[in-house]
């Protein structure tokens, strides 16, 4: 089973085509044990290959943790990273809402932009190794292309993104809560259904897209501003909630096991496209339930 996230599932944290922590029986609340489930321990990145007392924790199924050595992925790491991608998007869109007034010229601007960063994910997706300046060049392209449209939603919204970030940190928040307390265990089960449907939904959008291109479903089709389109967005930041757990997962797995510290780039990529389609289908559902005022 792979990643929701074409980056974890390219590299790092799923290198044998499976999660981390699938790959062997793992134990309740930790990643699989021993050497075997290791994705690391292949290329000689397994720190506890060699130390007795890490192998008896790991016998007796204390979940092992990444040791105090350069060159290993702390959770530091990943916070410090993610806040240097996520801050990159904020300050392209602080700068987009600032310096390009809504018209036809910023609508083509941001459509651009959003290429131009699909683009980028794209091609971090299929490299084996994590790219700072491509993970740092998407972020900031969508950040553009979010500033873009929030200033839109704005002027026809007043407040709406002020209120879409908001929500975006509360469900974010919220899925870490759910997921530290162990209310969520992501297993195999788990990241089967979830997946089959996102991408069952994926598709829906995709086909409901070329609907409305085609003239056959008026006013957006399954997103439209209606209640229709109000039950489909809540179904979208669930799916991205969903994705969240994955990231979280696959993240406490990596440093577990002690994976090389350029991942935390990686962790970083992936967490903030989650966050990113978070808001953008929260702006949406905000200026839904606002009416057309």
Not at 138 to 158: D, H, P, Q, T
């Amino acid at each position: 089973m792979r990643s929701s996230n074409p980056v974890f599932s390219r590299r790092g944290f799923s290198r044998d085509n499976g999660y981390a922590g699938f790959n062997a029986a793992p134990q309740a609340g930790g990643p699989a044990t021993g050497t075997q489930g290791n994705p690391y321990a292949q290329q000689g990145g397994n720190p506890y290959a060699q130390n007795p007392y890490a192998q008896q924790d790991l016998q007796y199924g204390t979940p092992p943790q990444a040791p105090v050595t350069t060159g290993r992925m702390t959770m530091d790491d990943v916070v410090m990273r993610s806040s240097m991608t996520l801050g990159t998007v904020v300050v392209g869109a602080i700068l987009a809402w600032a310096l390009l007034p809504v018209s036809t010229t910023s609508y083509g601007l941001a459509i651009g932009s959003a290429l131009v960063a699909f683009v980028l994910a794209m091609v971090q997706s299929f490299k084996r190794t994590a790219s700072p300046a491509l993970i740092l060049g998407y972020a900031a392209f969508e950040g553009v292309f979010l500033g873009v449209i929030s200033e839109m939603y704005n002027s026809r919204w007043s407040g709406a993104p002020f209120q879409a970030v908001l929500g975006t940190m509360a469900v974010t928040g919220a899925t870490l809560l759910v997921y530290k307390a162990g209310w969520i265990r992501v297993t195999a089960r788990y990241a089967r259904i979830g997946m089959a449907i996102a991408i069952a939904f994926v598709l829906t959008m995709a086909v409901n897209l070329l609907l409305v291109v085609f003239g056959v479903a008026p006013d957006g089709g399954l997103r439209s501003m209606g209640p229709l389109g109000a039950v489909v967005g809540i179904i979208a930041i669930l799916i991205g909630a969903f994705f969240l757990t994955l990231d979280f997962k696959q993240i406490e797995d990596g440093i577990a096991y002690g994976a090389p510290r350029e991942e935390a780039w990686l962790a970083a990529f992936g967490l903030t496209m989650t966050i990113v389609w978070i808001y953008v289908e929260m702006l949406r559902l905000v200026a839904i339930f606002s009416g057309d005022d």
